[in-house]
């Protein structure tokens, strides 16, 4: 019955204000009561003033109406402790449901937007915990904290020098002065166990539960690991045919044409079919249709303090020209710089490989693995400028200073795709494109696909392992001293392990695994099988990861993977490019040209014109396919269409309700000024008027 | 005091059912009253049944509650009259105005979703002539009288052969079974001659009046006058700078390079700036967040009896899949077949040049004009295979059965749009890239401007007015019948003008300019003088067509230019193709190579490259300009913001106000199972439970 009492405690707050007091009682024995699940932690600095810790528990627990946030919180182990546990009631939970614009489903199968009003209609809304997901009860909490402004206080109790702004967001300013530590969502040791059953623990191979991924760890988590299931799946016929060609140990040159066609065709359709399908994932999880929230300034962003063109608060004001002048006069050129190093070193790479084979043929006594040496160096100069650069991306990105963190994030999404495009292609393409090697394209492929595959996956899971190892010393340390306090002890454990880095890098890696793919594997057919084994070891390492070496993540509910959807279909229309090209220049056409005396710059114009066709073809078909599959289309209009009938039904019973009472009223206030003679010669000549 | 004896009548009608009898009654010497502006005409068939006539007219009347439109009707001259003249109260205006969710300034100076209830805090709702123009309470009618529906009706009252189903659209039916002749909105004659003033009767060049126009025509209609101007006007610069290349009689091949750069900016930074510009308009107007109607099936649109899946009405259902197959196996064939005779057409032509200047070379006997007959013949087959086509390509979509008339107009104009290209473009393209000849190219282009510009006035000219003046004969004899009425008269002459064919061929002429400009005008500097100058005519002409020489159309409330603005953008990409390709075999270029040693080969690798490298520049740029003006956006979040506040304000207060109350009630309700135990433990250990 734990449900049960947790939503009597929940309803029964409002009901007594004078009880409210307890709730910030210091001492309790029973610190995960089985009452109500502790959703989200915040961890205070060590030496919390008492006052700070009371203001804070006061404010995240009174009402909405008076500035509070009407969540439930509890002090941690005793007074002087530094854990706060939030969690919330059905009711406020609800509420918050409805306020974000939670898609759910309702009793007659369709998905709509939930509203509390009309809750008992909606399945499961008495089952709070069926019917909000952990990820998504423990995102609203996030959201119902981040919206707690300041009143009327004029500094932080305690805390004198700490001056605040009226409407200042209290969490991100408790965050930026380093008084709040951290918080993070708590696990939920059940599901986990019982997520972790059918998902990196099975020993067979199978899909994931990408549903049960949704519930516990939210949207983006749920879409990342559907779409690297997808990618994987997808790549299987490639793998297989590839491994056809290597086993018969056909020419894999002779191919390339066949293959060129293959991966061109395949860039589009998975990437087009993952759309429909993302819509289909987000639809039937409720954040398809979604509405935008505005979202809270970051706790980064920084300005003087001005009034806000859009909600008319007072509050800090960057002016977004100042941004786009930095954008355009700094972070544009610095990255033209960095691929400038990158390019130059291509060449400097090619110019020392030349010249030490030369040197090698020459004089016999230098030694053979130095010609391996300008390679060794290569990779490692790649790997090390894409480190660098991010470091320089995520700065500058802080530095532009942008409001809000999905533009933040955007905006180091693209710096550091492009770079890293840059940094992984240059090679190929000066291979493919300038020195027209394809022997030399398939070496240089196979190489890197092997080791940036090795040194990825080793850093992966080397780094996450490591830090626990360390980290892991320490907790036992701290434990001995609050050895009465287990619960309190496993949450605080949870608050040492790393934050959860994101998915930017696990995304990065599938992009350039795609990239690989799509754009030169017709010259190393193994590409897809080394790029589906891979991808089957790193869905379980990545579950493992994220369930057990991170923090649990607050995950928003994603409705498609963003702006990796365009960097995919961008990669499809290069494919076209690079595919086209390699055919030009495989020794079947060059062969076919040489019996058919056909000029190079004639078969150069063909290959232009094709080009120019297929990607005309590709634009179409992007068009032509409907993003939404038709079932998913039909089903939300005819929720739209069924909304528009109540609206109308409403408006017909209101005018024959209503309209007879109101109407003298009306007639008088609706500004119509009506002389009296017009009225007694409507009523006179009503035949001669009528309508007209 | 016309608009108050209006809404007299108006308001009245609702409160008096009694006297509603009186308003079909027949005889009424008055026809066109001051007291309410007939809004539509409907037009039935001469001998039309009484039966019919009355059951109509009660269906226009009646209450929405019993399936009626709630509309005012006035029966014509007299009873046997054909004759209906529809209007509307301002009541039954502002209800239909909230269900379609037009969007209207508020008090405060934004532009919000009209609310009925809240229409005190809008800006001229108390004067309905002013809140709702002419075209959008025109618009209104014809959408109530399409959405009078069947309610248990078996046929046709007066027409037993006539059946009809359940929910069937009745004027649908009335005018697919010819009872119903035509139906047609009324002009205001004041207002037209108002409008005239300051539009086509002004002497002097000024910009058009695009609010009154939107005003008294509507969306549609007024955007395309005001793409009309803002293409001309953008054509300024280009005219000029041609202007002074001609008159310093500069050698106009010299500056190809120059020209083509132009172009390209010039195209992609029109469509832009037209993108934004064409947000502002319909932000202005309240059409641009206007969510979107269930409209009704066309007219035309046939098929089994079936269950529509959105509606889960009982009504003609054909489906889509039928549709998909009839496009791909017989119109795209088709498509490509025509393509094919314009393509041969072109290929025929330049043989048939060739072996004419040949045989008159040789043959001095030969007339020096037959020299010109293949030119001659080709504009003619052009011309005529254009006609053909487009009569085809309605036959066929009008076959595939489109559901409704948005879609049928996209796939008609998709259709008609790429054979027009292909077949107007295709010879300059054949000249410019296969035979490489600049100077057949720049008289190719010169000719055909004018040709088809001279053609075209004089049709869209001359037929109209042709049709008025046969018309206009006809109007005399019958007007003699019926002198007695001169106000129906009017009326009925509006209706025997030519229906307003569309915008279709005005903008496909747009179309063909714009590609002349952006495609091949740097070969003709002049190109953009000869269009600006046509254009300045043709928005006389346009004008001057619209007010006097058609019927008043329907127009819907447009948001943008739709299917044209993707075309126009895509002539913008071929730009970029075309010029790179014209610079590339431009004669500077051929000598720069020429001196410098450079092979053919490795012009056109370099052209390529620059060509791809533009595009991708031209799709940054097209995604990083943002398509809704900074102070729309602004405006529009301003307005979500304030909605979710109140929202978020409305769910406070109902917490506080009315939780306490019901709480008890849903805590039961609610499906919270408490035991007594429970409770009572909750109350003693109150400091035990606290949150957790």
Redesign the interface.
């Known amino acids: 019955?734990q449900v049960?009492?947790s939503?009597?405690?929940a309803?029964?707050k409002?009901?007594e204000p004078v009880?409210m007091g307890?709730?910030t009682?210091p001492t309790?024995?029973?610190?995960?009561?089985r009452?109500?699940q502790?959703l989200v932690a915040l961890e205070l600095i060590e030496n919390i003033n008492i006052e700070t810790k009371q203001w804070l528990m006061d404010r995240i627990q009174t009402?909405?109406?008076v500035g509070g946030a009407?969540l439930?919180?509890?002090p941690g182990e005793d007074d002087e402790g530094n854990m706060l546990?939030v969690?919330a009631s059905?009711?406020v939970l609800l509420?918050a449901a409805?306020?974000q614009g939670l898609y759910k489903l309702y009793k007659d199968g369709s998905i709509i937007s939930f509203s509390?009003r009309d809750r008992?209609n909606f399945q499961n809304s008495?089952?709070i915990n069926e019917f909000l997901s952990l990820a998504e009860r423990q995102f609203i909490i996030l959201h119902t904290l981040d919206n707690i402004k300041v009143v009327d206080e004029k500094y932080i109790p305690g805390y004198p020098t700490q001056t605040l702004y009226p409407g200042e967001a209290i969490f991100n300013r408790l965050r930026k002065s380093k008084i709040l530590h951290t918080f993070y969502p708590l696990h939920d040791e059940k599901m986990l166990t019982d997520l972790g059953n059918c998902w990196h623990s099975h020993r067979n191979l199978r899909l994931q539960p990408i549903d049960s991924i949704y519930r516990y760890f939210g949207g983006s988590v749920a879409m990342y690991f559907s779409f690297l299931e997808y990618f994987t799946c997808s790549l299987m016929p490639m793998a297989t045919f590839g491994t056809i060609v290597v086993a018969l140990s056909m020419d894999m040159i002779d191919k390339c044409i066949l293959f060129s066609l293959l991966n061109m065709i395949w860039s589009t359709v998975v990437m087009e079919l993952w759309k429909r399908h993302s819509f289909v994932l987000s639809y039937s999880w409720g954040t398809m249709q979604m509405n935008s929230q505005?979202e809270e300034p970051r706790g980064d962003y920084k300005g003087p303090m001005g009034t806000n063109?859009?909600?008319?608060r007072y509050q800090p004001y960057y002016p977004?020209w100042k941004r786009k002048v930095k954008i355009w006069l700094v972070s544009v050129p610095i990255l033209c710089l960095f691929l400038g190093f990158s390019l130059s070193g291509v060449f400097v790479f090619f110019r020392a490989e030349a010249w030490i084979k030369a040197y090698h043929s020459e004089n016999d006594d230098c030694w053979a693995c130095a010609l391996y040496l300008p390679s060794v160096l290569h990779i490692l100069y790649v790997t090390s400028m894409n480190v660098l650069y991010k470091t320089v991306a995520k700065v500058l990105t802080e530095w532009e200073n942008h409001r809000l963190e999905t533009s933040f994030q955007n905006h180091l999404t693209i710096k550091v795709m492009v770079f890293r495009f840059v940094n992984c292609f240059a090679a190929l393409f000066y291979i493919s494109f300038y020195l027209q090697d394809l022997e030399l394209l398939r070496k240089e492929l196979a190489s890197l696909l092997v080791l940036t595959q090795i040194i990825n996956q080793l850093i992966e899971s080397l780094v996450p392992y490591l830090h626990k190892m360390l980290i892991g010393k320490g907790t036992v340390l701290k434990k001995t001293t609050m050895e009465n306090a287990p619960e309190i002890d496993k949450i605080k454990s949870q608050g040492q392990m790393p934050t959860f880095p994101g998915l930017f890098d696990e995304y990065m890696e599938l992009f350039v695994q795609f990239g690989y793919v799509s754009l030169f594997s017709c010259i190393y057919p193994l590409t897809a099988v080394l790029v589906v084994v891979n991808n089957i070891a790193e869905i379980r390492m990545d579950a493992l990861k994220l369930c057990h070496l991170f923090r649990k993540p607050f995950i928003s509910p994603a409705a498609n993977i963003g702006v990796w959807q365009t960097a995919f279909e961008m990669i499809g229309f290069l494919s076209v490019?690079t595919n086209c090209f390699l055919i030009s220049i495989s020794p079947q056409v060059e062969e076919y040209c040489a019996e058919n005396n056909i000029?190079?710059?004639n078969v150069?114009?063909w290959t232009?014109g094709v080009e120019?066709a297929l990607l005309a073809i590709k634009i179409l078909l992007a068009f032509s396919i409907p993003d939404i599959p038709?079932w998913v289309k039909?089903r939300i209009?005819?929720v739209?269409?069924q909304s528009?009938q109540a609206?109308?039904h409403k408006?017909?019973?209101v005018?024959?309700g209503h309209?007879?009472v109101t109407?003298e009223k009306?007639?008088r206030?609706?500004?119509?000024?009506?002389?009296d003679s017009?009225?007694s010669s409507?009523h006179a000549s009503?035949?001669?008027?009528?309508?007209?």
Chains 1, 2 share one sequence.
């Open positions: 019955m049960s009492r939503h009597s405690v309803e029964r409002p009901k009880a307890s709730w009682r309790c024995k029973c610190c995960i009561s009452a109500v502790p009402e909405k109406i009407e439930m919180v509890h546990l969690s059905q009711h509420r409805e306020l509390y008992k008495d089952n505005f063109p859009i909600t008319h977004a490019i000029t190079s710059k150069l114009i232009v120019h038709q039909l209009d005819r739209e269409y528009l609206l109308k408006l017909a019973e005018d024959n309209s007879r109407e009306e007639k206030s609706d500004g119509i000024t009506m002389s017009t009225e409507l009503n035949s001669q008027l009528n309508l007209l």
